[in-house]
């Protein structure tokens, strides 16, 4: 997932890095930064890494309201997440990704929010925290298999639960974005089951949620992507943008097709209204999509395996990064045939 830091251009990727197989090896977080809009990337380097712990998944997002009003970024990841002892942990750079830290240990404060005995089971799927056109911060969580948000009108200071609760259609490991007017949040989330994304609605910033019609997107049951492209003056301005895996079935070996859309609607985030296009054809897995205005582009990024070098699922991280010219040059989406 990668966030940006508006009033410099730098882009600012977090990713999980695997030193085993399955969900319960040892991990890490890692960073590093752009300054010419994603093309080259330095200053590598791990905010959080311990041995034993399986820490990795997490949030990331510029707080603007952060340092006094310059502005910082803020990262979020946990270590034991099947465990009642789960850290989920703060951290902050406020030197533009130069340097990351520590700002707390919160898991027993979201437990208490969610109305939970411990934090087992809560964590962040990797995706975008974001602030709100009325500087409310929102990050997605998972808690007990649901999604859920967590919002702060304080810059971070202080963290609150959002109503999603047990009440509402099963998801998981969601993501956000804001309507171009600022007046609803979208939530989506994989669901147990199917082939297309949960949908809720937020028109308080996140304090409260009601739960829509399911997407007509594709999902593969993985981590995914939500931005929206702000280009005033521009027939895509407000369109939200979303990538993922798009399927299970087809020559490769689990989740597959990386997918792009675009919201055909510039105000609202209809559930089928999407022009949906196959960027790689390919195994893959988590995803993110983030537009970058400076230079009119998307940028895609997306775990995958290297077929033909390794069976590891987890092996690289994908970087794509394209105009909106060329998405348009795409094939739409085929979905494959059961």
């Avoid at 969610?114 to 925290?129: E, K, M, S």
């Avoid at 649901?146 to 998801?171: C, E, K, M, Q, V």
């Avoid at 859309?261 to 993110?288: G, H, K, M, T």
């Avoid at 010219?325 to 085929?334: F, G, T």
Wanted: aromatic share 10%.
């Amino acid at each position: 997932v990668t966030a940006r830091n508006p009033k410099t251009g730098r882009l600012v990727t977090l990713w999980q890095v695997k030193f085993g197989r399955g969900d319960a090896c040892p991990m890490g977080v890692g960073v590093m930064a752009s300054d010419d809009h994603g093309i080259t990337w330095k200053d590598k380097r791990y905010v959080y890494l311990h041995a034993g712990d399986n820490s990795g998944w997490g949030s990331l997002c510029w707080n603007p309201g952060g340092a006094g009003g310059e502005g910082e970024f803020l990262l979020w990841t946990c270590s034991h997440v099947r465990s009642p002892d789960n850290r989920i942990m703060l951290f902050r750079s406020r030197d533009n990704g130069q340097k990351w830290q520590h700002v707390g240990d919160y898991q027993q404060a979201i437990a208490r929010e969610f109305d939970q005995p411990n934090a087992i089971w809560t964590y962040f799927g990797v995706n975008r925290t974001i602030c709100t056109s009325r500087g409310i911060l929102v990050a997605p969580m998972v808690c007990q298999h649901y999604a859920r948000t967590i919002w702060s009108g304080d810059h971070g200071r202080s963290w609150h639960a959002g109503n999603l609760d047990d009440s509402f259609p099963r998801g998981n490991e969601d993501a956000l974005v804001e309507t171009i007017d600022g007046g609803t949040l979208i939530l989506m989330a994989r669901p147990p089951g199917g082939d297309h994304n949960r949908r809720f609605e937020s028109t308080d910033g996140g304090k409260t949620s009601a739960s829509k019609e399911d997407t007509t997107l594709p999902t593969a049951m993985v981590n995914f992507g939500l931005d929206k492209i702000v280009a005033p003056g521009t027939p895509e301005h407000g369109r939200v943008v979303y990538c993922a895996a798009a399927t299970r079935r087809g020559p490769h070996q689990g989740r597959q097709r990386l997918v792009v859309a675009v919201n055909r609607d510039p105000i609202q985030v209809a559930r089928d209204q999407w022009d949906v296009r196959l960027l790689w054809d390919a195994s893959c897995n988590y995803s993110d999509v983030l537009y970058v205005p400076e230079d009119e582009s998307l940028l895609v990024t997306v775990e995958t395996m290297q077929p033909g070098v390794t069976s590891y699922s987890y092996a690289a991280i994908r970087y794509f990064k394209m105009s909106l010219r060329y998405w348009r040059s795409l094939p739409s989406y085929v979905p494959t045939p059961r």
